[in-house]
């Protein structure tokens, strides 16, 4: 019913850089707090980078200062800027919507991989 729509997922050698987008419902984007995680293979997943409806945001310790979380509003998409990529980032990076108050929800996108070589 609700779709998160990612892209920008693909091959990038160490070093390098790519952007992973993702387009959500206004309705949800403008109330809901938005993020992306990722999970590699063995891996629980974990929180990469969020951002609230307010505009505050957060990261993972291992990715401060190397990935940024932005919003577009006026294309309701949520932007990853990833940069100085290292092999141990590949893994499949989702999407993620989440409210708390009255009721906690949360929608997920399909996922898009991403693949670091060294």
């Known amino acids: 019913q609700v779709q998160l729509v990612e892209s920008g997922g693909g091959l990038v050698q160490a070093g390098g850089s790519l952007i992973l987008s993702c387009s959500a419902p206004?309705?949800?984007?403008?109330?809901?707090?938005m993020g992306w995680y990722r999970q590699a293979p063995g891996k629980q997943r974990e929180l990469v980078a969020a951002?609230?409806?307010?505009?505050?945001?957060n990261y993972a310790d291992s990715v401060k200062g190397r990935f940024t979380i932005s919003r577009d509003n006026a294309k309701n998409t949520v932007n990853l800027q990833m940069h100085s990529l290292k092999p141990e980032a590949t893994a499949v990076y989702s999407c993620?919507?989440?409210?708390?108050?009255?009721?906690?929800?949360?929608?997920w996108g399909q996922g898009t991989q991403v693949t670091v070589s060294s």
């Open positions: 993620n919507a989440r409210r708390v108050y009255p009721l906690e929800i949360t929608y």
């Open positions: 951002i609230s409806s307010g505009g505050s945001t």
């Open positions: 206004t309705i949800i984007f403008t109330m809901y707090a």
